[in-house]
């Protein structure tokens, strides 16, 4: 293993490994940065010559000879999840540090695998829980900071839409699951010790499509999460309601608002169904493209060597937390985070 040090005020070169719909928009972002540079894309098939040729830099069908030849500060790995391990380890061990699309790995122990390497090698390794730098989220953060719900009682999260035809290696609670456990842990400031699923398999040939999650954290909050690929239309929403109201946040238009409880304003609805109304205050939120912003944070960890926004450890924890919802739904039986082999407070 090759010791990683801060690039310091260097150029940042970048490598880019995988050339599918992510690959080209981390490429579309970085070549908007100054004082960094996307140097080369690496894929298996034609689409890494077409990426390169459109953006001006050198194509790799073979990712280590990216690393090899190139010696990249950082690469991006935007590849199929099954193969986020081998890569990024590849990367580590010659001393480049890494930003790998989420989910960081499929399993927990490849997720501890590409820990250890981080930990052995001292590189950076963010994870693309890019929901962690949307603004409305943010926002929603510093508001719970300030004490606007005093105690939460439950987050709720919805993630739906149609069905993805190019995701093949894993099903929806690792593919899009890991985004939703990583928020509501966030949130609630602490990690679930308790989690129970259902799953459902619909229109993928060979894993769930549908996920229905409950997560119980040590204060006693309750997160549910709703994921789905059977959605005709796409659905990015948060609910988190406390003792002194309601904060509800749609991840695409990055639109925040505030219900206050009150249940003095009681009204009738239809003349006969009784419900109570608070004020509803909608928070300003400045609009910023969440996949920016985390490249941004990436880069400058390169830059000056501090720990990224979502690190590893975070993307190993939503590896944790997804397949023991997917241990539940198979046991039909609550899982025990506790029970999850993970070396957090250990290596």
Same mark, same amino acid.
């Given at each position: ?9 260097? #150029? ?33 098939? #034609? ?49 480049i540090a890494v930003l790998v699309e989420k989910p960081l790995a499929p399993t927990v122990d490849e997720a501890v695998a590409i820990l250890d390497a981080a930990r052995e090698t001292g590189a950076p390794v963010a994870v693309g829980h890019v929901e962690r730098h949307?603004?409305a989220v943010l926002e929603l953060g510093r508001r719970l900071r300030e004490g606007w719900l005093s105690t939460v009682y439950a987050v709720a999260s919805r993630r739906a839409g149609p069905f993805p035809a190019r995701i093949r290696d894993v099903g929806v609670t ?15 400031? #602490?990690?679930?010790?308790?989690? &129970?699923? #259902? ?12 996920? &229905? ?37 749609? &991840? ?19 003349? &006969? ?15 910023? !493209? ?22 590893? !450890? ?34």
């Open positions: 293993m090759t010791r990683w040090t801060p690039a310091g005020n260097a #150029e940042i070169r970048i490598g880019l490994i995988g050339a599918g719909a992510m690959g080209r928009n981390h490429a579309r972002v970085i070549r908007t940065f100054e004082n960094a540079r996307l140097v080369a894309v690496a894929d298996a098939d #034609e689409r890494a010559a077409r990426l390169a040729a459109g953006v001006g830099v050198a194509s790799h069908g073979d990712p280590v000879a990216l690393l090899d030849d190139e010696r990249p500060h950082a690469v991006i790995i935007a590849t199929p999840t099954t193969t986020h391990a081998a890569l990024a380890i590849a990367a580590l061990a010659r001393g949307n603004p690792v593919d899009l699951a890991t985004h939703d456990v990583d928020i509501l842990s966030w949130i609630a400031g #602490e990690r679930p010790v308790r989690v &129970y699923a #259902e799953t459902a398999q619909r229109l993928h040939a060979t894993h769930e499509d549908l996920l &229905y999650g409950t997560l119980h954290f040590p204060s006693g909050t309750t997160g549910m999460i709703d994921v789905n690929w059977l959605t005709p239309a796409k659905r990015r929403q948060l609910t988190v309601v406390g003792e002194e109201g309601m904060f509800e946040l749609d &991840y695409l238009t990055q639109r925040l608002t505030f219900t206050r409880a009150d249940v003095t304003q009681k009204r009738l609805i239809r003349g &006969y169904a009784t419900t109570f109304e608070g004020d509803v205050a909608v928070i300003d939120v400045d609009p910023i !493209e969440p996949l920016a912003a985390e490249l941004r944070d990436f880069v400058d960890s390169v830059r000056v060597g501090r720990r990224p926004t979502v690190a590893a !450890e975070d993307g190993l924890w939503a590896v944790a937390i997804a397949n023991a919802l997917l241990d539940s739904a198979r046991t039909r039986a609550p899982v025990l985070l506790d029970q999850v082999p993970m070396a957090l407070t250990t290596r």
